[in-house]
């Protein structure tokens, strides 16, 4: 069963595009996420899609949500599919099960780059990247790097990779054999600003690499846990799973404009062109982008994880006993 999201006071519908900032805070910014959404359509209520299975992931391509899921039989690769869905209306558009065969699999966050979806496994004797074509679901291959549970990022024509306790990885999406690594760190979080891929590390740093050879242009310490990385355009947002707190830095001059609470935990992050989104165990908190203000925080009914979050350029997408569309 798919639980709604809403908040604790007043009871209702929530959407993502009527939780604006208010004429008081300074103009929203930029969302550099638009540019990903070839149409715009009429805004939907909040809808909710029961899944069979436990969603590990979803996806966006301008279109269409892909939803990573298993079925209730088992976790095995021949259980897994990819649910192609409408974002207007989550109609189940296809289903892709044409997985390779992997031992004892286990998946975890997807990334589209424009063409095709990347999917994070972990087999018993292989672990990386699959590839499929997000048109048609055709498996496309297999690229190495990266870690289960870690962060990914595209820069427009390479993918990027974290690694536990090792580093992050760089590869060419059109050709995976064209890669480079740069070891350091325990990292999490990735993301990309346009010029510079930032990683949230695990031992309490936050490193920013060029990303045209992967140069370390800065670096600062940050106490607890940083974990995961979302951009708004200007700025940058730092998840700490210790302090439960999110951390916004200025990327031009790496400046620190503040560090604002949560009250449930803070995990993975998202930006909707006006707030940003941070999921906690059983909530998501919504704080205002050009303040920090918190928004509200609402129940999901069930347990999040990093990466079954997704914004689709007007509803919010997050995944606890089903989908929940905001």
């Not at 300074?26 to 715009?40: D, F, H, K």
């Not at 589209?112 to 291959?141: H, K, M």
């Not at 962060?151 to 993918?159: A, E, P």
């Not at 404009?257 to 999921?279: C, H, K, Q, R, Y």
Request: glycine share 12%.
């Amino acid at each position: 069963m798919a639980w709604p999201l809403r908040p604790p006071v007043p009871a209702g519908r929530v959407h993502a595009q009527n939780l604006q900032a208010p004429s008081a805070c300074e103009a929203a910014v930029p969302n550099p996420l638009a540019v990903s959404t070839l149409r715009w359509y009429s805004r939907n209520q909040v809808a909710h899609f029961p899944s069979p299975g436990g969603i590990f992931s979803i996806v966006f391509d301008g279109s269409n949500m892909y939803v990573l899921t298993t079925s209730p039989q088992g976790n095995s690769s021949s259980a897994a599919v990819i649910n192609k869905l409408r974002a207007t209306d989550g109609a189940l558009l296809a289903t892709f099960t044409n997985f390779p065969s992997l031992e004892f699999a286990r998946f975890g966050s997807m990334l589209f780059d424009g063409q095709n979806i990347w999917v994070q496994f972990l087999a018993s004797d292989a672990s990386g990247l699959l590839e499929f074509r997000a048109s048609d679901g055709t498996f496309v291959g297999i690229a190495g790097g990266g870690d289960l549970g870690r962060g990914m990022t595209f820069d427009g024509q390479n993918i990027w990779t974290a690694t536990a306790g090792f580093g992050i990885g760089r590869f060419r999406a059109n050709d995976p054999r064209q890669s480079a690594g740069f070891p350091g760190g325990d990292p999490q979080g990735l993301a990309f600003d346009g010029r510079n891929v930032w990683v949230a590390n695990l031992t309490g740093s936050v490193t920013v690499h060029r990303a045209s050879d992967g140069v370390i242009v800065h670096s600062f310490p940050m106490a607890g846990e940083p974990y995961w990385l979302a951009f708004d355009g200007v700025n940058m947002w730092v998840t700490n799973a210790t302090n439960n707190t999110v951390t916004k830095i200025r990327v031009h001059d790496f400046a620190e404009l503040g560090t604002f609470p949560v009250p449930d935990s803070a995990g993975a992050i998202l930006f909707d062109g006006a707030n940003i989104w941070i999921e906690g165990r059983r909530s998501v908190t919504l704080l205002r982008a050009c303040d920090g203000a918190q928004v509200g925080t609402f129940a999901t009914g069930g347990v999040t994880a990093p990466g079954i979050f997704a914004f689709d350029g007007i509803n919010v997408w997050v995944g606890a006993n089903g989908l929940s569309k905001m």
